[in-house]
C-alpha cells in the first residue's frame, strides 16, 4: 500500500497557515502603526521646536511694536516740539536694546503727516538736516497714515553686511483728537532671528529657517542659503515632501502673521535621518519577528517531528504488517497518547498473529478433515463403483447362469423365458454398468442407457438397425437408480415385444423411443416415456391387462405400482405405449 | 494593537525625554575639538572670555569637548601660528587684524579654518573679499561701522568742541579708512580735525605733546598701537582737560565716551561662528562676516577728572557707564 497524503505536509501548512501567516501580519501591521505613530510623533516634535521660534520671533517683534507705540503714547505730542528734542528723543529710542544688551533699531524716523521726515537718528551714521527725505510715497508712511495700524514691511537682507532687517511703522495719532498726525518709522534688526534658529535643534541634522510670503529663505543657520537668495515653494510643503535642497524631507511649515507680511518657520530633518529611529523601531521589530518566525518554525518542526516521527513509524510498522511482516513491531519511545498507541497497536498486532496462527490451525486442520473426507468420499465412490461393478457382475453371472441353463432345455418356450429373464438382468445390469462409469453415481445420463439398451436388444435378437430403424429421442435426461431400474425394465420388456411380434417374417419397420421431461415443480420432475413402433401392432380385442405375458404385466406393474405412472395404449398406427411418471425420491433406507 | 501603540506612545517621549542634553561631540571618532587662540594683546582678554562663554553656552565644554590652546606670549606671532597648525587644531581664533592676516597667510593650505574675533575693517584689510562673502577659509566679526556715531557722541557730550584732535597709527591698513570717514563726519558736524600720525611709543608722546591749544577734544581711533598705548593718551587727555572720544569700546581703560564693541559681547557672536563651523559643518567661507554690536560706554570718572559734565539725555542712552 502507498501512502499517497503526508501528515507531516498538512500539519506543516496548518502550522504556516496558524502560526507564520498571522505572525507576518501582525508583524506587519504593527511595524506600519509603528512607522504612522512615530512619523507623527517625528512631526509633532518638529512642529513644536518650530512653534517655540514662531512665538519666539513673534514676541520680539511685537515687544518692539510694543517699544515703539508706548513711546509715542508717553510723547504723543511729539511732532510739535521741534527737531532738536524729536532727535533726542528718536536717539533715546534707537538706545533701546533687547535682554542682550543689543540694539533693537538700526534706525528710527519720525514722518509728519506729509511723509516729510522730521528727524532721523541712525544707530552708525550721523543724519544731518540734509539727509531728512520725504516718503510720502513709501509703504512705511501710507499704510499707517491711512489704516492706523502698524506697517510690516518685508524683511530684507542688507547686501554689504549680509544682515536681516525689516521696517517697521506706527501711526502717530494725536490723542486729544484721535488724528493721525504722523508716522515713526524704524529699521528693526532682525539679526536676532539667526540666534534663535541658531539655538534650535532639531534632531541630528534637522534645520529650522524662515522663509517669507515670496519663498525667499531670510534666516537660516547657514547664512549662506539666505546671501544666495534661495527661494523656497512653500506650497503644500508640510509632512513628507521635497526639502531646501531637492532631497525628500520631514518638514513642518508654521506661519507668523505680521500685518500683510508672512513668515514661514520650517523646520526639516532629511528624511533619512528623521525616519533613523523609526527604521530602528522597524529593523527591532523585523529582527524579533525572524527570530519569533524562526523559533516558532524550529518549535514547529520539532512538534511535528515529535508527532509524526512516531506516526510515520506506526505508518511503517502498518505497512509492514499489512505486506506480510506480522512480526513488526512499532517502536514505543514515549509515554504519552502517541506511545500508547503504538503500545496498544503491538498488542493488537500480537493479538492479531495469535488469531493468525490460530486460523492457520484450523484451516490446517479442516484441510486435513476435508482430505480425510474426500479420501472417504472417494473410498465410498470406489465402494460404490465397486458395488455396482459387482452388482452388475452378479447380474451378468446371474445370466450366463440362466444362459447355461437355458442350454441344457430344448424346449423354445422355456429358452425363450431364460432369454428374456437375461434380457431384464441385462438391461438392471445396464443401469449399475452406467452408474460405475459415470461421475456421478447418482444418476445415470438415460438417452445413453436407452442407446446401449436398446442396441444390446437389437444385438440379442439378431436384428439389424438396417431392418428396423431405431429412433431414440430423449433430452439430455439423468435419472436416478430408483426411477432408472423400472424405467430400463420397462424399456427392456416394450422394445422386446417390440422386435419380438411387432415385426413378423422379417419386415422392416421403425421403432421409436421418446423421453421428455414434460415438467416439473419444486419437488418433482415429471416425464413421459413413448415407445412406439409400425409394426403390425396388437389387435384391438387383446386386452393387455388379461394377458398372462409376464412382459407386458412387468411393464404394468412397474408404471403403476412402482413409479406410480400411468399409461396408454395406442393401436391406432402399430403401437404406441405413453407412459407418464415422476421421478422417484431416493428413500433412505437405512 | 492598541496595546502596543499605546506603549510607542508613551516609550517615545519617554526616550526622548531620557536621552542625553545635546552636547556637541567632536570628531566622528570622539576625539575633543582642538580651537587654537591667538589675543595680541591682554586687553582683549574679555574677546577670548566671550568667546569661551558663547562656546559653552553652544554646548562645548571645555576640557569635555573641546579644548583650547591660548599662547600667553605672542611676540612671535608666526612661531604661535605655526605651532598651532603643529598641533593640528580644528580651529584658530584670531583678534585683531594683523594676527589674522598673519594666521590667513599661513593656514592658506592647512585648511584650518579661522574665526576672527575683532577686525576693524576686513575688507579693506584685504582679510576677506566682502563681508557677505568672506572666501578664503575665514569669517569672523568686523567691529568697525561705530566710528562715525562714535565721533557724533563725543560731539554731543562736548557740544562746545569745535577742534578735535586725531592721532593714528599706521598698523593697520584700516587706518586711511578710519581717517577718512572721520573728515567726512567732522565736516558734516561742522568741526575741523587735526590728525597726527604716530607708529612708535615716542612719536605719540612727541605727538600728545604737541597737541595744538585749540584742541577741544581727542578722537582715539582704532589702533591696536593705539589702544596699547592709551594710558598714555589718557594721562595726557587729563592734563590737558581734554574730552576723549572712541569708536573701540575703551571706555573702561580711560576714554570718557565710547561708541564700539564690547569685546565680551564680540568674543560672544564669534562663538556661534566657530559653532557653525565646527558643528554644523558650515564651511568658514559661508559664513559672512558679522559686524559687532556696539554700545555707548561713559567713562564718568574720566569726564569728572577733565570737569565735563555729560548731560543726563546722554547718560540715559548708555549701555555702560564707569562712575
Known sequence: ?????????????????????????????????????????????????????????????????????????????????????????????????????????????????????????????????????????????????????????????????????????????????????????????????WDIVDRINVGESGVVYVVDR????????????????????????????????????VLTNDILSLGTQRLHVMTEIPLVTALKSTYTSLLTIAVFLVLTLTGSVVLGFITVRQIIRPVESLAETALAISSGDIDRKAVVIRNDELGALSESFNIMTSRLAETITSLKNQITEREKAERALSESLREKEVLLKEIHHRVKNNMQVISSLLNLQARQISDKQYIELFNESRNR????????????NSKDLTNIDFKDYINCLANELFSFYGISPKKILLKISSENIRLPIDTAIPCGLIINELVSNSLKYAFPEGKNGEINIILDKTSADDNDNFYNLTVSDNGIGIPGDLDIRRLKSLGLQLVITLVEHQLKGGMQLDRSKGTLFDIHFKELKYKSRI | ?????????????????????????????????????????????????????????????????????????????????????????????????????????????????IVFGAVFNPV????????????????????????????????????????????????????????????????????????????????????????????DAIFVPNSPFLISNLETIIKVAIERKLPTGSGTGQYKNGIMITYGQDHFHSGKMASRLAKSVLHDKIPAAALPIETTEFFLGINLQTAKSIGITIPGSILQQADFIVR
Do not use: C
Not at chain 1, 515653494?233 to 531637492?246: F, M, Q, R, Y
Not at chain 2, 499605546?6 to 561631540?25: A, D, G, K, N, Q
Not at chain 2, 562663554?53 to 599662547?71: A, D, T
Not at chain 2, 590728525?195 to 611709543?201: I, K, M, Q, S
Open chain 1, 1 to 193: 500500500m502507498k501512502i499517497k497524503g503526508s501528515i507531516r505536509r498538512r500539519l506543516v501548512i496548518s502550522l504556516v497557515l496558524l502560526a507564520i501567516i498571522p505572525l507576518l501580519l501582525l508583524g506587519t501591521l504593527l511595524s506600519w502603526q509603528s512607522f504612522v505613530i512615530q512619523q507623527r510623533q517625528i512631526i509633532e516634535l518638529q512642529r513644536e521646536k518650530a512653534l517655540r521660534v514662531l512665538n519666539q520671533i513673534g514676541s520680539i517683534i511685537h515687544k518692539q511694536e510694543e517699544l515703539l507705540s508706548n513711546a509715542l503714547t508717553i510723547d504723543y505730542y511729539i511732532l510739535d516740539i521741534g527737531s532738536e528734542k524729536q532727535g533726542r528723543f528718536l536717539s533715546q529710542m534707537l538706545s533701546f536694546s533687547d535682554e542682550s544688551r543689543v540694539s533693537i533699531f538700526n534706525e528710527i524716523a519720525l514722518l509728519d503727516s506729509r511723509g516729510q521726515e522730521l528727524a532721523r537718528e541712525s544707530r552708525t551714521s550721523i543724519i544731518t538736516p540734509k539727509d531728512l527725505r520725504n516718503r510720502s510715497n513709501a509703504e512705511e508712511f501710507t499704510v499707517p497714515l491711512s489704516k492706523r495700524q502698524t506697517y510690516y514691511g518685508p524683511v530684507y537682507i542688507d547686501d554689504k553686511t549680509g544682515a536681516p532687517f525689516m521696517l517697521m511703522s506706527i501711526p502717530v495719532i494725536d490723542t486729544r483728537n484721535d488724528i493721525v498726525k504722523g508716522v515713526l518709522t524704524a529699521e528693526m534688526r532682525m539679526k536676532f532671528m
Open chain 1, 214 to 249: 515670496t519663498g525667499r529663505v531670510i534666516v537660516h543657520p547657514n547664512p549662506s542659503v539666505v546671501l544666495k537668495g534661495e527661494h523656497f515653494d512653500i506650497e503644500n510643503k508640510s509632512g513628507i515632501s521635497t526639502g531646501l535642497d531637492g532631497s525628500k524631507a
Open chain 1, 425 to 436: 438382468i441385462a438391461s438392471m445390469a445396464l443401469v449399475h454398468e452406467k452408474l460405475y
Open chain 2, 124 to 215: 579693506e584689510t584685504g582679510i576677506v573679499k566682502s563681508i557677505p562673502d568672506p572666501g578664503g577659509n575665514i569669517t569672523g566679526i568686523q567691529i568697525s561701522g561705530s566710528t562715525e556715531k562714535a565721533f557724533e557722541w563725543l560731539l554731543k557730550a562736548v557740544p562746545q568742541a569745535k577742534f578735535i584732535y586725531v592721532p593714528y597709527s599706521t598698523d593697520s591698513e584700516a587706518h586711511t579708512f578710519i581717517i577718512n570717514i572721520l573728515e567726512k563726519s567732522a565736516e558734516k558736524s561742522h568741526v575741523e580735525l587735526v590728525t597726527a600720525r604716530t607708529d612708535t611709543p615716542e612719536e605719540l608722546t612727541k605727538a600728545l605733546a604737541a597737541i595744538p591749544k585749540n584742541a
Open chain 2, 1 to 113: 494593537m492598541k496595546s502596543s501603540a499605546i506603549i510607542f506612545v508613551i516609550l517615545i517621549p519617554l526616550l526622548i525625554l531620557l536621552s542625553p542634553m545635546p552636547i556637541y561631540s567632536a570628531h566622528a571618532e570622539g576625539k575633543p575639538f582642538l580651537a587654537g587662540i591667538i589675543r595680541p594683546n591682554a586687553k582683549l582678554q574679555n574677546i577670548v572670555d566671550g568667546f569661551k562663554s558663547g562656546m559653552e553656552s553652544y554646548g562645548f565644554i571645555e576640557g569635555k569637548n573641546i579644548n583650547y590652546i591660548q599662547p600667553d606670549n605672542v611676540t612671535d606671532i608666526d612661531s604661535v601660528i605655526q605651532d598651532m597648525i603643529a598641533k593640528k587644531v580644528d580651529l584658530l581664533f584670531t583678534i585683531t587684524g594683523p594676527v589674522t592676516n598673519k594666521a590667513k597667510q599661513k593656514l592658506k593650505e592647512t585648511g584650518i579654518p
